[in-house]
């Protein structure tokens, strides 16, 4: 599954609607919303003089999005509408001209372009300053000074009234300014940069196969971040002609390099990377003496509010009152875990459609909804599948999970078992998965500082589902689709618990391609599916996503060169050539902290040891991140009688790729 970090806008103005959306366009000049709701530039209805030598401009009144400043490519858009031009002689001039009329994207919302040939595109400018406008014009007057081929054409304007591709508009059998409705179809690839204009004499909305208008062009060097869109039209002198917008419907997609909060991105501490293995021992040195400066500092402070404390408890002052009172306060929990009907789930979903679905998994898809109180949930949906053991046997394990809070699990808000389904309903995590932060955009480069609170988060959650329990639960599926972002980038894990329950035999058979992906994740020790699953199974998942989050690719990639195919050989490898610093992911351009990278990389070979007992507890992994236990020395070979990394005679599960 995969979440998209596009940003999409979309709009809609049916048949003569624009008076009942008055407030989302922005009139200017003399455009206005004439009494039947099209937009009609002149606005003035009298032809026998006002009209002429006029401008107007209607905006779409908030901006849009029309190109990504971090990745430099314009956004992708499609625009159709529908509109009338009427050309009638002024009184005493038998000549009907005319203007036209404009689709334009705009750098401003405030500009009203000159009458005329000008078609309310653009002004002179004496100062010679670009006005990087974009424009369709659908022209019906041949300005030779703008080199118009014709009085009854379509063109191409870029920040110029000089169109760089023009088309006779009769080939589509379109007469421009004769009264009819014309539909005109504008779609912008801003990936593959081109254009495709279509037009149609006709009231109906089906779009002609061929278009009038098909061309490479690139954008991006005339839009900025944010544009507004709408349309111009002018008269002349020598007619008296109104241009009316009917209907427009408008969509456009950007690329979204996400931005992450500064204290992701600023810290004393992140230095450039090029630093090697041997000078972070003295660093350690070092942070050590600030380290027993800070906790010296800290204790002082504690004493001294104890000693305030103490004084205000004596005098028995109002606020301690107030404080107590507070504290008796205990909010109650908002949603109270329960079972949820089918019908229920079914509504909040949008009947699973495929709109709503936020990925898939091994064993079956993941749905956003919507319950009727108004909160988000994702209803995982697992359909037939054996479940193992009874059912009176599994509600009791769901309720095992119900009741489990830390922050940083994945809150299960409830279940449903109806019509042969077990459906999960998980609160929503609105920054959808670890793994589509990390692949494929080649954009994106999570910062050092959220990587490292990422690994730090799940080490927490992890050892509080293993030892914090009265009895133990087992995640069985820790990789990082399962590390789900919240709102404010806080990674919670999901689907602890739920891998003994199924069966994982099934698996393969519903969704192989995700089985593979997830046997990357699997120590050695649990190849064998008669084989106990124990916490260090867990420790092991844990090792291989924490190497995956700080090395920025796949436990497995069959892409790359045959010595770095498998991460956790790779990595070993690098710690063997004390070159553990070059695993870090290379589009966090050297922005890292050099020893909690190397600290969290030795914690991913310490979990990865091929001998479960080896492996460290996640108590003592969540020490070790926290710098309160020391690591133990990283052999560069694992310990006698145990079984090397690389060693062919395991059951290694990654040497079966
Ligand atoms: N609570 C949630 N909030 C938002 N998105 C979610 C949530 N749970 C899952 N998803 C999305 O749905 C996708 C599929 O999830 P699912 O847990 O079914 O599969 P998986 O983790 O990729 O594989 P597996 O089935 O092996 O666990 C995830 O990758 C994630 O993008």
Known sequence: GRVSRNIHKRFSFSSYSFGDKYDDINLLGSASVESRGSIRIPADDDFEGAPQHQAGRALYSSPVRMWDPDTGLAASFNTTFSFIINNQPAKGNKSASGGGLTFIVAPDELTVGREAGWLGMLNEHPCKETYNAFAV?????????????????????????????????????????????VTAWINYNGDSRHLEVHIA??????RPLKPIISVPLDLSPILKEYMFVGFTAATGGAEAQTHNIVSWNFSSKTHAVPRFPNKFLKSESLCNGNVSDGKIQKQKKHSRESEAFLIFLSVSVVIFLAFINLACARTGTKQTAMKVHINNHRPRPLHKPRKFNYEELSAATNDFSEKEKLGQGRFGSVYKGVLQDGSLVAVKRL????????????????????????????????????????LLVNEYMPNGSLDTWLYPNPWTALPWLLRWKIIKNIASSLAYLHEGLDQQLLHRQVKTSNVLLDISLEAKLGDFGIGSWIEDRQARLLNPAAADYHIAYQAPDSASYTRKATDKMDVFSFGVTTMEIVCGRRPIDKNLAPAETVLLKWVWELHKTGNLLAAADKRMKNQYHPEQLMRSL???????????????TMKKVVSFLTGKKALPPLLSKPAEGSVTVSSKDTKDPLDMV
């Open 137 to 181: 014009e659908f022209d019906n007057f041949k300005n030779d000074e703008f080199n118009d081929p014709n009085d009854n054409h379509v063109g191409i304007n870029l920040a110029s009234m000089q169109s760089s591709h023009t088309a006779d508009a009769s080939l589509a059998g379109v007469f421009l300014r004769n009264g009819s409705f």
């Open 201 to 206: 004499n006709a009231s109906t909305m089906e």
């Open 383 to 422: 359909s037939s599948l054996q479940i193992q053991g009874s059912e009176k046997r599994l509600i009791k394990k769901i309720s095992h999970i119900l009741g489990q809070k830390q922050p940083h699990l994945v809150q299960l808000r409830g279940w449903c078992r109806e019509k042969k389904e077990l």
């Open 602 to 616: 030795t914690v991913g070979i310490l979990c990865t040891h091929p001998d479960p007992n080896c492996r460290p």
